[in-house]
């Protein structure tokens, strides 16, 4: 038998890797702790020697059918899952990189991740932000302590589109971790494993559960990077072939330590969402181009930014990526002249005004006063967000009716 697409593989993953019943999902298990009949059993399982599971912090049948959808997806060797999108990438950072370590940020990052780093900062690790659109620019940002590279495929809220090829042959060259954050992009657009990505970070929470009612995150180890020459693995782990010690020491380090584990009822909630992933995907995506081509027209708009669109910077390279679609998220900037972004925000009834991304239904943001209020002006206007710029999260509604509640909030 041909191997099944991505969509088959997601609606019938639980009943064909085995559950109870031949039940259609894997049951939410509740358990804490797991019972051992023999000392040693339990012994080579905290040893990693057999499989298995010891405390819930480190997973569950639950997460574990979860994480194998999602490394499905992303064509990996394995995945973790986490109680958030920011779980996952505190993870990454804290259990594969040290006091000493230089990391190259990309400049175009989410809000909370940008909070993040700079409290790593403050621990030691040093980080050069970088425009991710030129590979040669995170080239001359590298520093001979750097240990990692961290962009995300789509930026939020201005949908730059980062060097992905360019970037991912410049960490092989050099040896350095490419971590990837594909939350805007999801597998539905691009594999980023595809272009060198060593792990991978999706929000589970967003584009890939669609129903706004359960948080998450993951890590993928797409089995490209080499953790045999690399310096931060502890000796403990050392064990077994080194393509595991990566996913191994974030699984032990990260999940266990650090305590950011996905409960039972949220994986199955978000195993659910996955079912219908691509068609949504779909959806949304061309309700998106539609909304940036009118955006793009209305005279009280001053900028779109979507790759979508042919002046997008990283248009041609957005359609090599990603194949013909370009993403859920879009933003645009209202004319001073014509609104305050307030009085257009105040004034939908449909669109929701929502922090949330990938959402099934449509969301708006006031970028400026929300996700960036604590950076400073100054580095706002660096990072090109303007004061007027109003972030769309696109869903899978009737597109008509998101136009008309856009035309007469514009009005």
Not at 29 to 34: A, E, I, N, P
Not at 91 to 117: M, P, R, W
Not at 191 to 198: F, I, L
Not at 295 to 305: F, Q
């Amino acid at each position: 038998m041909k191997k099944l697409h991505l969509q088959t593989q997601l609606l019938h993953s639980d009943r064909l890797r085995g559950t109870e019943y031949a039940a259609s999902h894997q049951p939410i298990h509740k358990s804490v702790q797991w019972g051992y009949a023999r000392a040693q059993d339990i012994a080579d399982t905290f040893q990693n020697k057999r499989s298995g599971f010891t405390y819930a912090r480190g997973g569950n049948p639950t997460t574990a059918a979860l994480e194998a959808q999602i490394n499905a997806l992303e064509d990996g060797i394995g995945t973790i899952s986490f109680a958030t999108g920011m779980s996952a990438i505190s993870t990454v950072i804290l259990a594969l990189l040290k006091a000493g370590d230089h990391l190259v940020a990309s400049q175009y990052l989410f809000g909370n991740t940008t909070s993040l780093f700079s409290t790593l900062a403050a621990h030691g690790i040093s980080i050069t932000y970088a425009d991710v659109t030129d590979a040669d620019k995170v080239k001359a940002a590298m520093q001979p302590n750097t240990r990692m590279v961290f962009l995300e495929t789509i930026a939020n809220p201005r949908t730059q589109v980062a060097d992905l090829k360019g970037i991912g042959e410049l960490c092989q060259h050099q040896g350095v971790l490419f971590v990837v954050d594909a939350t805007m992009s999801t597998p539905a657009l691009l594999r980023a494993k595809d272009y060198g990505a060593s792990i991978v970070m999706n929000s589970l929470s967003k584009g890939l559960a669609g129903h706004g009612a359960a948080l998450g995150g993951a890590l993928t180890d797409t089995g490209l990077f080499d953790w045999s020459v690399y310096p931060n693995i502890f000796e403990g782990y050392r064990k077994g072939e080194a393509k595991n010690w990566g996913l191994l020491q974030l699984r032990k380090k990260g999940l266990r330590d650090i305590g950011g584990a996905l409960s039972a009822d949220s994986a199955q909630q978000i195993a659910l969402g996955l079912e219908t992933f691509f068609l949504r995907n779909e959806r949304a995506c061309q309700n998106a181009m539609t909304l940036a081509n009118w955006l793009n027209a209305h005279p009280a708009v001053e900028k779109v930014d979507y790759p979508g669109l042919s002046e997008h910077p990283q248009h041609a390279r957005a359609s090599e990526l990603f194949k013909g679609s370009y993403g859920t998220l879009l933003s645009f900037t209202v004319k001073d002249s014509v609104k305050h972004p307030f009085d257009v925000l105040d004034t939908l009834k449909i669109i929701m005004m929502s922090t949330h991304l990938g959402d099934n239904r449509t969301m708006a943001l006031p970028v400026t006063q929300t996700i960036y209020a604590e950076m400073s002006a100054e580095r706002r206007a660096e990072w090109g967000i303007a004061d007027g710029l109003i972030r769309i999260s696109v869903g899978i509604e009737q597109v008509d009716d998101l136009i008309d509640d856009l035309a007469q909030a514009l009005a």
